[in-house]
């Protein structure tokens, strides 16, 4: 059975999680990795495998733009720094046409989950908090931060009592930062506060002493605070993610104490699911590892992007460097496999796997491989064959390949002079002059590749030498593509020339 719908099956039975609120959080600072995706796609094939067996759900995919800037993309660190400390919603954005920061960034990942078929409502955590829809977990937290402060220390070892802490950052009313702010009392009506310069290494807060209301916006919980309260305020029933936050004493065991002793919530299901890898390492925005997720479907369609991280279970991990390797062919290959596996239910797993990673109908993709399509693409006079096959979607992403993230093995040119490093043995000049005699008459590709590894065989040459002579003098290299589609998509009086150039 395939994973989504076992994780299905298993919270339905328990009975416990009704009624069904999937939901997942991303905090709009900056433009997210491809990696990024996978906790949007985990969460959205498991709404819709509860979906498939009947049960009522709701997903909601929630943007924390009420989290301060502590930290920007490269391209970014410059120009914003000053903005260090600020909510993202509050720092402007750094393009026109957009509110802020942070809503240009929401915007940009809302987009990208969309377009991959997410079928999440998005909602603002900036703006619940606005609308007073938090006044009563924030008024629970500040009456039980004597308890969080003991769960905190009991559960990760943090001390936050020493250091006068409440579970509620504000807004400054001087600065506007909330990443500098602590708050220190708490009256049942107001809080008092200092903006502290030296409270974290990324911003410096101005200093500023004063007393005010936490509600309707001016404050949020901290974020090991804010998850259960979160779901205590939304009602969510089912949230995972990446499997760090479920580490030992990590955010996930505070929450999960916290929704028994503070909200007195249930625990949602939890999905601690693994990262994906380039390289080895957990892809990172910050440090410049993997592609921005905005990119992924210029190199890939969009069904195959949510294949990529759908096919394998949840719990393990993906290893997907896409550079100077064949990463992206055989994650074609992959796919036409499970196209095949769902459409002659051949294969339950497969075939599952290629149904949730549709965006609509589910469509038969082509069935020429991905590494012949990419020879192709290189051929000249090719275009008519790959309209014929209608690869036309395909080709798009062959020549994407080739461009960006082809080892060098992949990629030719047909040269329009003779390469003058080659040498070829003396059988196989024989082998090029006798083509010459019939070239011009065999127009069918695999009666043309047949005759030449025939005439190779009578000369003692193996198919590796028989077929090394021809690239070696039509692209330079000892290797190529199918050598019959090469020849016949040239001109016949290029191809003769180049015959009796070499064998001459």
């Known amino acids: ?26 905090t709009p600072s900056g433009f997210p990795h491809v990696g990024s995706l996978k906790g949007p796609l985990v969460h959205d094939v498991v709404y819709k495998a509860l ?56 915007k940009d990942i809302q987009r990208v989950l969309k377009d991959l078929g997410v079928e999440a409502e998005f909602l603002s955590s900036w703006d619940m908090y606005h609308e007073g829809r938090f006044n009563d977990v924030i008024r629970i937290a500040l009456d039980n931060a004597e308890k969080i402060q003991d769960i905190y220390e009991k559960v990760s070892g943090s001390k936050k009592r020493e250091n006068g802490w409440l579970p509620l950052q504000v807004i400054c009313e001087n600065c506007r930062k909330i990443g ?58 089912i949230e995972g ?35 994906i890898l380039i390289g080895g390492k957990k892809m990172s925005s910050s440090k410049g590892l993997g592609l921005k997720a905005r990119d992924l479907a210029d190199i890939l369609p969009l069904e195959l992007g949510r294949f990529l991280f759908l096919k394998t ?24 496999k499970a196209a095949d596996a769902y459409f002659n239910k051949t294969n339950d797993d497969l075939g599952k796997a290629f149904e949730y990673s549709q965006i609509g109908e589910p469509k038969k993709p082509p069935s020429v491989r991905f590494l012949v399509l990419a020879s192709w693409v290189q051929i000249p006079n090719m275009e008519e064959k790959i309209s014929e096959e209608g690869l036309e979607e395909w080709a798009k ?24 490093y080659i040498v070829v043995s003396e059988k196989q000049n024989e082998l090029l002059r006798k083509t010459l005699e019939f070239i011009a008459d065999i127009k069918d590709p695999n009666e043309l590749q047949t005759k030449i590894y025939e005439i190779g ?4 040459l193996s198919s ?22 090469l020849l016949l998509s040239l001109d016949s009086s290029f191809v003769k020339q180049r015959l009796e150039e070499a064998s001459g």
């Open 1 to 26: 059975m395939f994973w989504a719908d076992k994780v299905a099956e298993e919270i339905i039975r328990s009975g416990n999680y009704k009624p069904y609120w999937v939901d997942d959080m991303f």
């Open 51 to 106: 979906r498939n067996k009947g049960e009522k759900v709701t997903f909601t995919y929630i943007m924390n733009d009420f989290d301060p800037i502590d930290g920007l993309p490269p391209e970014l660190e410059e120009s914003f720094k000053q903005y260090y400390g600020l909510s993202v919603r509050s720092a402007p954005s750094p393009v026109e046409g957009y509110e802020s920061f942070g809503d240009y960034f929401s």
């Open 180 to 237: 500098t702010t602590r708050v220190h009392d708490w009256n049942s009506e107001t809080v008092e506060y200092t903006c502290e310069p030296e409270m974290v290494k990324w911003a410096k807060g101005c200093g500023n002493n004063s007393r005010i209301s936490p509600f309707d916006g001016n404050g949020k919980l901290p974020w090991k605070v804010d998850w259960p309260a979160h779901w205590k305020v939304l009602g969510v029933t």
């Open 241 to 275: 993610a990446g499997k760090d936050h479920s580490s030992a004493g990590g955010s996930r065991d505070i929450a999960k104490v916290l929704c028994r002793e503070v909200f007195n919530i249930p625990n949602p299901y939890n999905l601690p699911y693994e990262f």
């Open 313 to 336: 279970e949840y719990k393990k991990q993906v290893e997907f460097d896409p550079t100077d390797s064949i990463a992206i062919p055989v994650l074609f290959d992959e796919y036409q």
């Open 397 to 420: 992403y062959a020549r994407v390949w080739i461009e960006k993230f082809a080892p060098e093995e992949y990629k030719f040119t047909v040269q329009k002079e003779m390469p003058r």
């Open 457 to 460: 065989k009578e000369l003692g």
């Open 464 to 485: 590796v030498e028989t077929f090394e002579a021809f690239y070696k003098i039509f692209i330079g290299k000892n290797h190529g593509p199918k050598l019959a589609a």
